[in-house]
């Protein structure tokens, strides 16, 4: 069957529709990605004319459309479904991801079709029904759209499908270049490594699915909920078929520096799991490597084997210092003792750190913030990177349904629908304090004396400082000062004096260390080759020249002529040397049904 899948995000890494690609082609059918990312990150339907015009003409003779988006791609996602409608295609439109699985309601308005959670097998499900004319308004996961193509104009809402156990045997999610599309100004270009935003430079991997705990203000939360009853939540990818991802990854794209586990909970592992993958890693790839962390999973030893490779960073929800919001308003079952413990940990190992703090919470009183700051005065020991995050009220979770029950937000929280990075959405809030906590976090991290922290925080919490700054203005006026200062900083100090030094130390870029790659036009020739950029024609050939030369792949990536996983899945059992397995080795890509020789 002929399947194209749209990605709606801004950045191209789309990890769960690469997913759910490759388990369909690896089932024998013809799959597509179109990328409709964006240089700029909005929730807004920013595409190209021109682009928009290429994805209807991709997706005009398709007998599918799947959509990933999340709640803050919910805008784009729509425009896209509207204007793939209005060309008149015909192929039922199909939504997963984040967003469908927790706003399903909402999602069943617009698109025809939307999958609940893990969307591999209800995707090939549907696929296969389709392709054998059959109804498929019984499949699990899946809802169906009233007045939509199926289900005789009936919603139709069916149970999510029990969980995967087994997550070695899903095909690596899908990087075959060939068959993908960035959307960019001029319309969709077919994918390179030079144009994927750094997605083959940094690779993403997910070595575990779910996590143990209810954090109220996290969509994992919602999917707690969603999966109740359905088999066991949390799962991990054993070390050896990460470690193959990861290589597979490696031999066939020269630009991957490092790589970037997006897992909710890597460290759910035991000791030994994390000792055994700590060994094989440093052995087999030792590429710098990032990892997310909860402060009740860390212990001294995992941290201890983890030291032998290269970690690159490791990032640390700690989201407030005061137990009284930790635990009855984020539900969020970590003693301060263990997040103390942690970061200790991770300084005595030199583990390069980010802290990440939620600020401008309607439900935390004043005290728990300014608990936070002394928190921070008393407790961020060295340099680390530090996030701060306003609070979001996404769907389904848990502090969504409790604003909402309170009338803090109506049906849904605007905020979550229209912004992508949230890191500037305290200025719009006009925290006062917030601010205060930001500025407390930088005093500690450029070395600033707890003593003289706690007087910072003395000073910006007493009355009259109160009295005097908590006004409307005074956030936008901090922000603009930040601004200015950065620029000036930037422009007066760092460039002059501190830039040239660092240039001297700096790592070669990758097209220093691989000059046959590289594409650049001589100096002297930059204004001229500038102002003939702007035809064209001269743009379009500078582009071809560009996309010839630039980095390439040095091994095509394939997903797997069989999908071993669906197979599984279905008791189709393939003896080693059978027909069907020579069969699957001689034709490539094999339809799953013309395999189903033995089943138990
Ligand atoms: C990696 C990641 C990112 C990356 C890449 C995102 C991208 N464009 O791909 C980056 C760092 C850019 C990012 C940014 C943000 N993220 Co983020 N991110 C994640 C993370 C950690 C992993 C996503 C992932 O790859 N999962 C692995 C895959 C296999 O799972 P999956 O995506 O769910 O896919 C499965 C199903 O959903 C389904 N599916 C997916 N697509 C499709 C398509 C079809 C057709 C079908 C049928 C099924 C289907 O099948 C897949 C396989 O089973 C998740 C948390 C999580 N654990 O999911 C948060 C998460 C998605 N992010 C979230 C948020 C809030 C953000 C930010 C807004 C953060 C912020 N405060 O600034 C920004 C948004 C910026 C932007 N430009 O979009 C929230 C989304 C909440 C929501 N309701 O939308 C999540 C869930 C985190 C959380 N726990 O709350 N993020
Ligand atoms: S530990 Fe992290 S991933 Fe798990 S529920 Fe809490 S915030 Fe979400």
Redesign the pocket.
């Known amino acids: 069957m002929r399947i194209t899948?749209v990605?709606t995000?801004?950045?191209?890494?789309?990890?769960?529709?690469r997913?759910?690609s490759s388990y369909l082609k690896a089932a024998g059918h013809d799959v597509q990605c179109l990328f409709m990312s964006s240089k700029r990150?909005t929730a807004r339907a920013d595409f190209s004319q021109a682009a928009l015009e290429d994805l209807i003409e991709r997706v005009r003779e398709r007998d599918l459309i799947?959509?990933?988006l999340?709640?803050?791609?919910f805008h784009r996602a729509c425009a896209l479904t509207e204007r793939i409608r209005a060309a008149g295609v015909k192929a039922p439109i199909?939504?997963?991801?984040?967003?469908p699985?927790?706003a399903p309601d909402e999602s069943i308005e617009v698109a025809d079709v939307i999958?609940v959670?893990?969307?591999?097998e209800?995707?090939l499900q549907l696929v296969e029904a389709l392709e054998a004319g059959r109804d498929p308004t019984g499949i699990g996961s899946l809802g169906f759209r009233a007045g939509g193509p199926f289900g005789a104009g009936r919603l139709i809402r069916n149970e999510v499908q029990p969980l995967e156990r087994d997550l070695d045997d899903y095909p690596f999610p899908d990087y075959e270049l060939e068959t993908h599309w960035i959307a960019a100004r001029d319309g969709l270009e077919p994918a390179r490594l030079d144009n994927l935003r750094g997605t083959l430079h940094r690779l993403?991997i997910?070595t575990t699915?779910g996590c143990p705990y209810p954090c109220g203000f996290?969509?994992?939360a919602a999917l707690l909920k969603v999966y109740r009853g359905k088999g066991r939540w949390v799962r991990t990818r054993s070390a050896d078929n990460v470690i193959a991802e990861v290589r597979q990854a490696r031999a066939c794209f020269p630009t991957i520096e490092a790589v970037n586990v997006?897992?909710?909970l890597f460290f759910v592992r035991s000791e030994e799991e994390i000792e055994d993958f700590a060994e094989k890693y440093a052995r087999q790839v030792n590429l710098p490597i990032e990892l997310d962390a909860f402060p009740n999973t860390i212990s001294e030893a995992k941290v201890r084997s983890l030291s032998r490779v290269r970690i690159a960073l490791i990032s640390m929800g700690i989201q407030s210092g005061s137990r009284d919001t930790l635990k009855n308003i984020y539900n969020r079952p970590t003693p301060i003792e263990d997040i103390v413990e942690g970061m200790r940990v991770f300084k005595e190992y030199r583990i390069p750190t980010e802290y990440h703090y939620i600020v401008s919470n309607p439900y935390e009183p004043e005290r728990n913030v300014i608990e936070t700051m002394r928190f921070i005065a008393d407790h961020h020991e060295r340099a680390a990177v530090l996030r701060v995050?306003p609070l979001?009220f996404?769907?389904?979770t848990p502090l969504y349904e409790r604003a909402r029950e309170d009338g803090l937000i109506g049906q849904r929280d605007e905020f979550?629908y229209q912004?992508?990075?949230?890191?500037g959405l305290q200025f719009a809030k006009h925290d006062y304090l917030s601010v205060w906590l930001r500025l407390t976090l930088h005093l500690r991290n450029v070395g600033v004396p707890r003593w003289l922290c706690h007087r910072v925080i003395d000073f910006g919490t007493a009355r009259p400082t109160r009295w005097l700054l908590d006004h409307k203005w005074f956030t936008p006026t901090m922000y603009a000062l930040w601004q200015i200062s950065r620029k000036v900083f930037r422009n007066l100090i760092y460039q002059p004096f501190i830039r040239p030094f660092k240039y001297l130390r700096r790592k070669p870029r990758y097209e220093e260390l691989h000059p046959e790659d590289e594409v650049t036009l001589p100096r002297n020739n930059m204004a001229a080759a500038t102002a003939r950029e702007r035809e064209p024609a001269a743009r379009e050939e500078s582009r071809a020249r560009r996309r010839a030369a630039g980095p390439q792949p040095t091994a095509r990536w394939t997903v797997p002529d069989v999908n071993l996983h669906a197979l599984r899945r279905r008791g189709v059992v393939l003896a080693a040397g059978s027909a069907a397995e020579s069969e699957v080795g001689a034709k490539g890509r094999v339809p799953l049904h013309t395999l189903a020789t033995s089943s138990n």
């Not at 995000?9 to 529709?17: D, E, S, V």
């Not at 959670?117 to 591999?120: A, P």
């Open positions: 899948l990605s995000y801004t950045h191209p890494i789309a990890l769960g529709m997913y759910v990150d799947g959509m990933s999340m709640t803050n791609t199909l939504w997963g991801g984040t967003h699985t927790v999958c959670g893990e969307g591999e209800p995707t993403r997910e699915r996290c969509n994992n997006v897992d909710d995050f979001m996404y769907p389904g979550a912004y992508m990075y949230t890191g």
